[in-house]
């Protein structure tokens, strides 16, 4: 939300631009202090409203574990995910050895980039690298065949190698295990575009794998302020889709409301501006109370005339009129309702 609240699509507008960034930076403050707040009281700690909670960080290499402490890391790849990890480790206090680069020219300039951020060293040939743990931050489909080209050309008895797929277990890296190395998955539940670059305090990651580089991974994890759960690998496609729902779908709800603000003649910049406020209370009271206790409108009221006139204005956007039945049903089957059965009637046409 707040990377979309610094630009509106990528145009300066005049008019409303200030009074915009205003409300987005209120709004966004309103929605870190509520979830602050809720973790803080989980977790026993004091969260500071507008602020990340960062009980658990730790900064400067003085105070992690001599063992963590003096392990080099090394990340493969340098998109929007290794950026994000390799800036985190080493404000952590971890010594990032190599930032590890694919030969093209795009590539390189932004490896040399995310090095000298880092003060790592960037390479194309993994050779050049004395990591103790490899960190792969490669698209799914790369893990398994870029990890098989780097089977035989280092020694990896003794290594860690971790990655970063929420889908994908550790067995992408089983070419890395049978060379001798602990392998293991490290997922973050966050999402990462190139226009936000968001801190890893307090994000879950999901984690599975060798029982020593599981052992590692919850550690550093740690180290980052972050959260370590255990995750088996059956369960991996699942909890993909549940990040799924909770970030790329929920996007794609928003772009969805956009389209439907057009058939009440609200168009362009004006339908975020709008909406901005309601949609941080929504989060608000989801994080303070719960799907249950935070939801409103005329499912809960079981209004059934004024969902019948939704579907018949939604007539108009085909695409959408799916949507809003898809979610309505899903309202009825799982949240507070009145007139479940006249819903579910109307929503069955």
Same mark, same amino acid.
């Given at each position: 939300?707040?990377?979309s609240?610094?630009?509106?699509?990528?145009?300066? =507008?005049?008019?409303?631009?200030?009074?915009?960034?205003?409300?987005?930076?209120?709004?966004?403050?309103?929605? *870190?202090?509520?979830?602050?707040?809720?973790?803080?009281?989980?977790?026993?700690?004091?969260a500071?409203?507008?602020?990340e909670?960062?009980?658990?960080?730790?900064?400067? *290499?003085?105070?992690?574990?001599?063992?963590?402490?003096?392990?080099? !890391?090394?990340?493969?790849?340098?998109?929007?995910?290794?950026?994000?990890?390799?800036?985190?480790?080493?404000?952590?206090?971890?010594?990032?050895?190599?930032? !590890?680069?694919?030969?093209?020219?795009?590539?390189?300039? +932004?490896?040399?980039?995310?090095?000298?951020? !880092?003060?790592?060293?960037? #390479?194309?040939?993994?050779?050049?690298?004395?990591?103790?743990?490899?960190?792969?931050?490669?698209?799914?489909?790369?893990?398994? *065949? #870029?990890?098989?080209?780097?089977?035989?050309?280092?020694?990896?008895?003794?290594?860690?190698?971790? =990655?970063?797929?929420?889908a994908?277990?550790?067995?992408?890296l089983?070419?890395?295990?049978?060379?001798?190395?602990?392998?293991?998955?490290?997922?973050?539940?966050?999402? &990462?575009?190139?226009?936000?670059?968001?801190?890893?305090?307090?994000?879950?990651?999901?984690?599975?794998?060798?029982?020593?580089? !599981?052992?590692?991974?919850?550690?550093?994890? +740690?180290?980052?302020?972050?959260?370590?759960?255990?995750?088996?690998?059956?369960?991996?496609?699942?909890?993909?889709?549940?990040? /799924?729902?909770?970030?790329?779908?929920? /996007?794609a709800?928003?772009? /969805?409301?956009?389209?439907?603000a057009?058939?009440?003649? #609200?168009?362009?910049?004006?339908?975020?501006?709008?909406?901005?406020?309601?949609?941080?209370?929504?989060?608000a009271?989801?994080?303070?109370?719960?799907?249950?206790?935070? &939801?409103?409108?005329?499912?809960?009221?079981?209004?059934?005339?004024? #969902?019948?006139?939704?579907?018949g204005?939604?007539?108009?956007?085909?695409?959408?009129?799916?949507?809003?039945?898809?979610?309505?049903?899903?309202?009825?089957?799982?949240?507070?309702?009145?007139?479940?059965?006249?819903?579910?009637?109307?929503?069955?046409?």
């Open positions: 939300m707040t990377s609240c610094r630009s509106v699509g990528g145009t300066a =507008h005049t008019g409303f631009a200030k009074n915009e960034q205003e409300i987005c930076s209120r709004a966004a403050w309103q929605v *870190s202090g509520f979830v602050n707040q809720h973790a803080a009281k989980r977790r026993g700690a004091h500071f409203p507008g602020s909670l960062v009980a658990l960080s730790l900064h400067g *290499s003085a105070m992690l574990p001599r063992m963590e402490r003096n392990k080099r !890391v090394a990340i493969i790849g340098a998109g929007r995910l290794g950026r994000v990890l390799a800036t985190s480790l080493h404000d952590a206090g971890f010594v990032i050895d190599a930032i !590890v680069a694919r030969s093209r020219a795009i590539s390189r300039k +932004r490896t040399a980039a995310l090095a000298e951020l !880092v003060n790592a060293r960037a #390479v194309v040939d993994v050779t050049q690298t004395r990591a103790d743990l490899l960190w792969f931050c490669v698209p799914d489909s790369d893990i398994a *065949s #870029v990890a098989a080209a780097l089977a035989d050309r280092i020694p990896w008895q003794g290594k860690i190698a971790l =990655h970063s797929s929420g994908l277990t550790s067995d992408e089983s070419s890395l295990r049978s060379k001798g190395a602990a392998v293991a998955s490290a997922h973050p539940l966050m999402t &990462f575009v190139k226009a936000s670059r968001p801190g890893l305090s307090g994000v879950a990651f999901a984690i599975e794998g060798d029982p020593l580089a !599981v052992r590692v991974a919850r550690k550093m994890v +740690r180290q980052l302020g972050a959260r370590a759960y255990r995750i088996r690998k059956q369960d991996k496609a699942a909890y993909h889709a549940w990040g /799924t729902f909770a970030s790329p779908l929920l /996007t709800l928003l772009a /969805t409301t956009e389209q439907v057009k058939l009440a003649g #609200v168009q362009g910049t004006e339908v975020r501006r709008r909406m901005i406020p309601i949609l941080s209370q929504t989060l009271n989801y994080a303070e109370l719960g799907a249950a206790r935070g &939801f409103s409108g005329p499912i809960i009221r079981g209004d059934v005339e004024i #969902v019948k006139r939704h579907l204005v939604l007539r108009a956007s085909p695409a959408a009129s799916e949507v809003y039945v898809a979610l309505a049903r899903a309202a009825v089957q799982y949240l507070p309702a009145k007139n479940r059965a006249a819903l579910r009637r109307l929503l069955k046409r």
